[in-house]
């Protein structure tokens, strides 16, 4: 009881820790292939101390809405990424949520940053909404569509069981998951506004979305917006490491040394997923905003796909 | 007991709509209306609530009304104690806001007689007990419902949706009439008692099974029988658009569930093909639809059209499970859709409500013309936000939970046998997760376009909060969107009866559950905590507000919008509802609306403005509606000739058809 309570405080806080540290690395090894210096590992945190230190400006026409939602983003963001198994399963709350409320709780997030976007009543802010919810209305679906394989594979929608059930070598090679790999990381590009559905480096391109809704937020609000988005990366990470890589992952009641060696792995599969993604995104150009939908809508019948195998057999 | 209070009620509702004809006019008449039809509601709601959770036994009570022969049947079991409560919980709300909004009719003499009268054909629907009963509230609850959608007849609109509203609703009742007649056989069994004891022909089965599709689900609102539907909720008063959308389509679903699990007999496999292809087609039409859409409330009843098809995927899964045997897991997705049932019940009557807010603080329905209500109706936009967030199905609210348990249900589908089930039920889940997100993208538009931004036009901006009374009623249909999300289980376990006596067998009882979470099926399989997911959130929430404030800067100063250095001061600037849509459109609507957009763009020099002209074109009405008048216009067209003809004609052809019938008597085998 007291571990997996102290577990699960551990990893509410290693998540919490180590999100900025993810996105500054991928930032560093971009630059390092770019043959650029690039910015420090602990940039990310820089950048959200100094924000959280300067004034808040807020445009005339914010609502209290606008004031409210960074918080609330932030908390969807958090349960969420707190509810993901990183370096051992069986966590205290796993039971109050299956994968299905993950991914609906990052929904609330995006529906809240959407009108976020729509509040002040600018132009980037509407065009950056109104297309994070296009490229939503595709990935979400996608989205459920692995977990459905994923539940028909182990049984269950719960994240834990998925993982204890593919970390036991039960499940061996199958060709669905196979599909369901594929689709979960074209969702994951496009959830996290990555290249090439979308740049995070950018600010001033009519292509950009994230960065669009978020335009006018500024200081702590913006530290907080920015921290989510940082959550919300590490949180696919840690999905794709605790399904796809479940080697090291500690048991439920293991002792000390396996808890180590859980932590130890996860930082090593987060510095694997995390490297990838730098070498993908510095291979690839972006795309145009209605190439994605063409994009997304291969991961969906990927997904579709994998549970149609499923349902047929489920040795598939 | 309980079936005497309700026949009670709806007595009693007939009378208020007599004294109603007396009082035309006056203010009494308004709040002796609605404030009788509120306390009536209330008492339904009690005696229907006590029938249901302490599961009192099936009542029966015949009077002598109705055909002689069989008088009127009437019967309160646990599926029509549900009923009442969705429809009674709907007629309180809907009666308490209307204390206030009501003050802004223009034509009271036209609404006030007759919302009673809608009530109490609701109410005796759902506890009739025989054909005859039944197709008499069913007739009834529909014309007076007409009657409401066309209060405001001065409208052009709504002439026409009162026209084809009225098409429909007939059409409808033919098809039951059809359905009951082949039901109760050729000895005219028209009890239903008798019709559960008997038994259909199976040749009759995929006849009585379409045509009870038809019958209901023209009310319900099933593509593509929803064409009446976006044109008549949104034309009657808010109140009652509430009550059309939240409580009649529910009617029609009980009509559904009452004829095809409990009168129709033994479910095949197919029943269930049939439903979930109709159900998962109308889940993402209807969203589609609504998301093309800038009038607010029309917006509001196409998205109804999808949270119908949520329900039809429950029905049918239910079917399919029951019809092998798989009694627990038909248990499971017949929870969900009643579940969904009172959710939709809950969340679209606060949606319609805030609409009539907006509707008479702006007199504008139009979003385009609407924005940054937030600033002048908090209460308003904080209650329409609640329900935007529920209706999208995210957590922690009550949306969410109705369409978690169905795709619980979808998941425990490889279990059933049937080749055509394994492969269409796939399918409809990626039709259901898709409608969910576009149902989120549809209520940040609604809400976004209506409520935040810069007011677009001089009615937006001078806006005001709406009165007391509409917001109690708000408040309390958006606590129970939250009650609803976050203690599920204690709404599973009143619904255990109902689908014990309807598909025979019920989820297992989540009291007993530690910390009052659900588990539909094992807790190995999957479990949700509502009340734990929504405390977490609100945790973290607050711990992260203190953290910010105890060691952050807290100034804040106010500016001009930032907008990448450009911000115009102009409001016609901002994304319209219109805009908003378009990226969706150019994804979906090009291959369902045929969308087309033209930029008119005027030569250098020219003066005239660039105009974008978009192009929607409604493929069911085109394909489906459009022949069919065609083909009745031509038909009366021709038949008008008969009109004109001499007496000598007419009479040749009284003889020649009774000569005709006498022949077909005599050679009748």
């Not at chain 1, 609502?63 to 409210?68: C, G």
């Not at chain 1, 269950?156 to 070598?169: C, F, I, K, P, W």
Request: with cysteine; proline share 5%; glycine share 8%.
């Amino acid at each position: 009881m007291t571990t997996t309570l102290a577990v699960q405080a551990a990893q509410m806080l290693l998540v919490l820790g180590l999100a900025p540290l993810l996105v500054g690395f991928v930032r560093k090894v971009k630059a390092r292939l770019l043959r650029r210096q690039g910015p420090p590992l602990i940039q990310p945190y820089r950048d959200l101390i100094r924000l959280l230190r300067k004034d808040l400006v807020l445009a005339t026409s914010a609502s209290w809405l606008f004031r409210a939602i960074p918080y609330l983003i932030f908390a969807a963001t958090w349960v969420a990424a707190a509810l993901v198994p990183t370096f051992a399963t069986g966590l205290m709350f796993s039971w109050s949520a299956d994968l299905i409320v993950i991914i609906a709780l990052l929904g609330l997030a995006r529906f809240f940053l959407a009108l976020a976007g729509l509040d002040v009543g600018t132009s980037f802010g509407g065009i950056g909404s109104s297309r994070e919810v296009m490229i939503a209305s595709l990935a979400e679906p996608a989205m459920l569509m692995i977990v459905f394989t994923l539940a028909l594979a182990a049984g269950s929608t719960q994240l834990s069981t998925m993982a204890e059930y593919l970390a036991s070598g039960e499940a061996g090679l199958r060709f669905s998951l196979g599909l369901a790999l594929i689709a979960l990381i074209i969702v994951a590009i496009a959830e996290n506004a990555r290249i090439p559905v979308d740049n995070p480096a950018t600010h001033l391109e009519l292509t950009m979305v994230h960065e669009a809704m978020v335009l006018e937020y500024s200081g702590r609000h913006l530290a907080l917006i920015d921290l989510s988005a940082e959550l919300k990366l590490l949180l696919y990470v840690s999905l794709i490491a605790c399904l796809f890589m479940p080697w090291g992952i500690a048991a439920p009641d293991a002792g000390l040394e396996a808890l180590l060696i859980g932590v130890i792995a996860y930082i090593a599969k987060l510095t694997a997923v995390g490297f990838l993604l730098a070498v993908f995104e510095t291979s690839i150009a972006k795309m145009r905003v209605f190439r994605v939908p063409e994009f997304l809508g291969v991961a969906l019948m990927l997904a579709l796909l994998a549970t149609l195998l499923l349902f047929v057999s489920r040795s598939l | 007991m309980t079936l005497v209070v309700v026949l009670a009620i709806a007595a009693a509702l007939l009378i208020v709509s007599a004294l109603s004809l007396a009082l035309l006019g006056t203010a009494l008449g308004r709040i002796l209306v609605y404030g009788i039809s509120l306390t009536l509601a209330g008492i339904g709601l009690a005696a229907a609530l006590g029938a249901l959770i302490g599961q009192v036994p099936t009542e029966t009570l015949t009077l002598p009304l109705g055909l002689p022969w069989i008088g009127a049947h009437f019967r309160l079991d646990a599926l029509s104690a549900f009923f009442l409560v969705v429809v009674n919980l709907g007629g309180g709300a809907a009666s308490l806001y209307a204390l206030g909004f009501g003050r802004h009719e223009t034509a009271p003499q036209r609404v006030l007689p007759f919302y009673p009268l809608f009530l109490a054909g609701m109410t005796l629907v759902v506890i009739a007990d025989d054909a005859f009963t039944f197709l008499f509230s069913w007739e009834f609850m529909s014309l007076s419902s007409w009657a409401l959608v066309m209060a405001h007849d001065h409208v052009r609109e709504n002439l026409r949706a009162g026209y084809v509203y009225l098409v429909m609703a007939s059409f409808g009742t033919l098809a039951l009439l059809i359905a009951f007649g082949l039901l109760a056989g050729p000895d005219g069994a028209y009890a239903f008692d008798a019709i559960r004891n008997s038994q259909v022909a199976p040749g009759l089965v995929p006849l009585v099974l379409i045509l009870v599709l038809i019958g209901s689900g023209s009310k319900a609102g099933l593509v593509p029988l929803h064409a009446w539907l976006p044109l008549a909720h949104p034309a009657a008063p808010s109140h009652v658009s509430g009550l059309l959308s939240g409580v009649m389509t529910k009617v029609a679903v009980y009509a559904f569930a009452r004829i095809v699990f409990d009168l129709l007999g033994d479910p095949a496999w197919w029943w269930s093909m049939v439903v979930l292809a109709l159900a998962g087609i109308t889940c993402v039409m209807g969203v589609l639809y609504a998301l093309m859409q800038h009038d607010l409330k029309r917006l509001l009843a196409y998205h109804t059209v999808e949270n119908i098809g949520i329900i039809f995927i429950g029905l049918g899964l239910a079917l399919g499970f029951q019809a092998y045997g798989l009694g627990w897991a038909a248990a499971l997705a017949f929870t969900a859709a009643l579940l969904h049932v009172l959710n939709h019940s809950l969340f679209k009557h606060l949606l319609f409500l805030g609409s009539g807010a907006v509707l008479t603080a702006t007199g504008e329905r139009n979003m385009e013309h609407l924005g940054g209500l937030i600033h002048r109706m908090p209460l308003t936009a904080f209650t329409f936000l609640v329900g935007c967030v529920a209706i999208s199905a995210l957590p922690p609210l009550n949306g969410f939970v109705s369409e978690w348990l169905t795709f619980q249900a979808i998941l425990q589908s490889p279990q059933l046998p049937s080749w055509g089930l394994k492969f269409l039920i796939p399918a409809v889940g990626s039709l259901l997760a898709l409608s969910a997100a576009l149902a989120a993208a549809c209520f940040v538009k609604a809400f976004g376009i209506t409520f935040l931004g810069r007011p677009r036009t001089e009615a937006a901006r001078r806006a005001h909060e709406t009165d007391a009374f509409s917001l109690t009623s708000m408040f309390t249909l958006a606590t129970l969107c939250l009650i609803a999300g976050i203690l599920p289980g204690y709404f599973i376990d009143a619904l255990a009866p109902v689908a014990k006596s309807m598909v025979g067998e019920s989820m297992p009882l989540q009291h007993g559950v530690p910390f009052l979470s659900i588990v539909p099926i094992a807790e190995g399989r999957s479990s949700y905590n509502g009340l734990l997911v929504f405390l977490f959130m609100v945790v973290s929430g607050v711990a992260a507000a203190i953290v910010i404030h105890r060691f952050a800067s807290d100034r804040i100063r106010r500016g001009p919008a930032w907008d990448c250095g450009y911000p115009d001061p102009s409001t016609q600037t901002q994304y319209t509802s219109s805009s908003f849509a378009q990226p969706i459109r150019r994804v979906f609507g090009t291959l369902v609306f045929r969308a087309s957009e033209q930029v008119d763009m005027p030569p250098p020099g020219d003066q005239r403005p660039a105009r974008l002209v978009v192009r929607l074109t409604d493929t069911i009405w085109d394909a489906l509606y459009e022949p069919i008048a065609v083909v009745v216009g031509t038909i009366a067209d021709r038949l008008n000739r008969l009109q004109y003809l001499s007496i000598r004609h007419y009479l040749g052809f009284v003889f020649v058809s009774l000569v005709g019938l006498l022949l077909v008597l005599a050679i009748w085998p």
